[in-house]
């Protein structure tokens, strides 16, 4: 089986594409709604700012040890497994609820252009295409995302060029305005989601040409480049809605489809909402089947889900993760839920639960010694654990604004689905125990790729190289 691999520029447009996506065009609203329009410009800056420092930790366990399933991978062999399978869980909910948002957000503004396909439908055909492409393996699903940023980047161009001189509000009175602090660390939390994206990078990593340099230079091209992107888009729509209609209006924006129709003849309508809209979410979809199918796939090599969940096609591609992933995804979709909802049930377990993979920062240096010494980003290990404890902090600060923000349906769903993933691992704990399988001794083994940088590491570094006791 051919291992296929992504060169640096198929990295940054892997990270512009999986950053631009879904988020931008179903967050916005939401995030305008919160943080109040005139907040929406240094919100999204300083989301960016945020989700850099926040990215420190994954970058650094990308580098040091690229592992297909990122930040279980690290969780289970560098600190503990049950931690592990925490993150599993709540990987495998935020990956099914975010493919059916994105194909959900797909199928609004599919209907602009096929007004009588059920939204329902629509979504579903766009999971089952990209399933489809992502099965064919990396070097596929890479092409189509570079032809789509590509168009992607024109599209929403022309909508930031043709709405900049419909607005009367100037930028600079966007950025003085007040802004409530409360309600921008909510929105914040809101619109940090929509600049993530660039991580898969990190769950990718065995399959990146060279990983130490094209990680960290595609996380922080990609993510720079869409902020600014992504609030002049904010101002454009704040600013546009404002002076048509006054502030009152600006807390009535549904989607930027709406907006655009403001200053867009029907010919640049159609291409915004197909070039822009349409292929910002399948390029999102494309990413996050990449993603979360190998988080699955990692976990069920391990014997955490079912063995033939970790089957690999001759692509390498894993086949059934990515069936097993969409098919739930569908099913969300088709059962119908609120898109508000789901936006503050993904983002909370996200902010609180992410930092658990951070852990992993304080014990690699022990337990792979040469392979972090030789990693590209050589900074001191005190302060990546000072950054480290910082993205920590940040996390569950905004975290905590999110939180405020739920409703009390939205911590039941939360306890139950925990509830329930605590059930299956007991149970599935028992059922291999009974078949002489240690679940989770299995999720703490030695990982070969990661032993062979340790050894190679070692015989570089020659007389400089650290021993372990």
């Known amino acids: ?15 512009i594409g999986s950053i631009i996506g879904a988020s931008i065009f179903a967050n916005t609203p939401i995030a305008i709604k919160i943080v109040g329009g005139h907040g929406i410009i240094i919100g999204f800056i300083l989301a960016a700012v945020f989700v850099f420092i926040k990215s420190i930790p994954e970058i650094i366990l990308g580098i040091s040890l690229p592992a297909t399933g990122g930040s279980y991978m690290y969780l289970s062999r ?69 032809i789509c940023v590509a168009v992607l980047i024109i599209a929403l161009g022309c909508y930031v060029g043709l709405g900049w001189g419909h607005t009367e509000v100037t930028i600079t009175e966007m950025i003085t305005d007040t802004v409530q602090l409360s309600a921008l660390w909510a929105g914040m939390g809101i619109m940090h989601g929509s600049l993530i994206g660039a991580n898969v990078l990190v769950y990718s990593a065995e399959e990146i040409e060279n990983p130490g340099r094209d990680i960290p230079m595609a996380y922080l091209i990609s993510t720079l480049f869409t902020a600014i992107f992504y609030a002049l888009i904010g101002y454009i729509t704040v600013g546009v809605v404002e002076t048509q209609g006054g502030m009152k209006a600006v807390y009535g924006i549904s989607n930027l489809a709406e907006v655009s129709k403001i200053f867009m003849n029907n010919g640049m309508f159609l291409f915004f909402i197909a070039g822009g809209a349409l292929l910002a979410v399948v390029t999102s979809i494309n990413s ?17 889900f079912p063995k033939a969940i970790s089957k690999l096609n001759q692509h390498g591609a894993p086949v059934v ?15 119908g839920y609120n898109l508000d909802d789901v936006v503050k049930l993904t983002s909370i377990p996200g902010l609180f639960l992410t930092p658990l993979s951070f852990l992993a920062v304080f014990t690699i240096k022990y337990k792979y010694p040469n392979s972090y010494a030789r990693r590209s980003i050589k900074t001191p290990h005190w302060l990546n654990c000072v950054l480290t404890a910082i993205s920590i902090a940040a996390c569950l600060i905004l975290g905590w604004y999110v939180f405020g923000t739920m409703e009390a349906r939205h911590y039941i769903l939360m306890v139950v689905f925990y509830g ?34 340790e050894k190679d590491a070692i015989a570089k570094l020659g007389d400089k190289a650290i021993m372990k006791n």
Request: aromatic share 14%; hydrophobic share 55%; glycine share 4%.
């Open 1 to 15: 089986m051919k291992q296929e691999k992504m060169g640096f520029w198929s990295c940054i447009l892997m990270g």
């Open 78 to 146: 560098l600190v503990h497994p049950v931690l592990g399978a925490i993150n599993a869980f709540t990987q495998l909910a935020i990956g099914v609820l975010k493919i059916a948002t994105m194909a959900l957000t797909f199928s609004t503004y599919f209907k602009y252009i096929v007004p009588s396909c059920p939204e329902v439908v629509s979504a579903s055909v766009a999971v089952v295409v990209f399933t489809i492409i992502s099965c064919f393996g990396l070097r596929i699903s890479s092409l189509v995302q570079n």
């Open 288 to 304: 996050a089947m990449m993603m979360f199918a190998r988080i699955t796939f990692a976990a069920a090599r391990d014997g955490l």
């Open 321 to 335: 993760s990515l069936w097993f992933n969409s098919i739930l995804a569908i099913i969300s979709i088709v059962s």
């Open 420 to 453: 329930v993933s605590l059930v299956y691992t007991i149970i599935r704990y028992f059922y291999l125990k009974k078949q002489g399988v240690s679940l989770f001794s299995d999720m703490q083994s030695v990982y070969k790729p990661w032993e062979e940088m």
